[in-house]
């Protein structure tokens, strides 16, 4: 047999490298706006040494909705942190060096996150901000920092790291920090709230969008979590949210008559065809 010339591979290290600490990426619709967005970012400490600032221009019409468009800045940016972050906050509070401070903390408590915004929510009726807002009245709720299943999408800090997305078949502009908080603890991650105070000069607009995204998500996770049967090429097994159901189903004997259940319809599917 001829001996061929070895073929050249790259080995992967167990160390990430990152051509930047920090991405700042926002969707711009009011170019004036993000301008002062960036100075105040510039302010505060971050500069293009060590930043790389990304924006997608919807200033003519909506180049890209939330979903999609922070799918590229996710997937584009190479900062060791991406920050996704609406263009009407300014950093005219907390700075860089406060930032970090918050960073080492999380990193130091839980080295599994992946998340960290600045307002979000424990749970029902357990909201956790600081944040002041266009009234210019300084806000806070709860103890940050906090585990959270949600963060507001005025400020989301990532870790590049976790390798995250936002779902391909959600839309909008409206409740994807829930989204990506989800799919973060599906990844085995975790999202927190810090206190970074920052100005976010809206409230908010729960339109008639934010309901029709808020019932594609219910739609969407009522069926990613549904109980069901799995098989693969070596097993076969069954899954639910109740753990004395999973137990009761992969038994042998239950396995036994699901397999026959299975088989039966299988066949009777196929007689079905023929005919």
């Not at 989204?179 to 999202?191: E, K, P, T, V």
Request: glycine content about 6%.
């Amino acid at each position: 047999m001829e001996v061929l010339n070895p073929i050249t591979s790259r080995a992967i290290s167990g160390k990430q490298l990152f051509p930047y600490k920090y991405s700042i990426c926002t969707l711009v619709t009011n170019p004036d706006e993000y301008q002062e967005m960036l100075q105040s970012f510039v302010n505060a400490g971050f500069n293009t040494s060590f930043c790389e600032f990304l924006h997608i221009d919807n200033s003519q019409n909506n180049a890209y909705e939330a979903f999609s468009g922070l799918n590229k800045f996710l997937q584009e940016a190479q900062g060791k942190y991406i920050i996704l972050c609406h263009q009407d906050i300014l950093l005219n509070y907390d700075n860089l060096e406060v930032l970090e401070q918050r960073i080492a903390e999380i990193e130091a408590k839980d080295p599994k996150w992946a998340i960290i915004g600045n307002a979000g929510a424990v749970g029902i009726k357990n909201k956790v901000y600081r944040i002041t807002e266009g009234d210019g009245v300084f806000r806070k709720c709860g103890h940050p920092p906090a585990k959270v299943v949600s963060v507001d999408e005025n400020f989301i800090l990532v870790k590049k790291e976790a390798n995250l997305a936002l779902s391909g078949d959600l839309s909008g502009f409206h409740l994807y920090g829930t989204d990506l908080c989800i799919i973060a603890s599906i990844l085995g991650y975790n999202a927190y709230v810090v206190n970074f105070h920052l100005l976010h000069k809206s409230k908010g607009n729960a339109d008639k969008s934010f309901f029709t995204i808020k019932e594609n998500l219910i739609k969407k996770y009522s069926k990613a979590f549904e109980a069901r049967f799995i098989e693969t090429t070596m097993t076969k097994f069954f899954f639910s949210s109740s753990p004395a159901l999973n137990k009761l189903m992969n038994t042998g004997f239950m396995m036994f008559w699901i397999r026959q259940y299975f088989k039966f319809k299988f066949r009777k599917d196929l007689k079905r065809k023929i005919q």
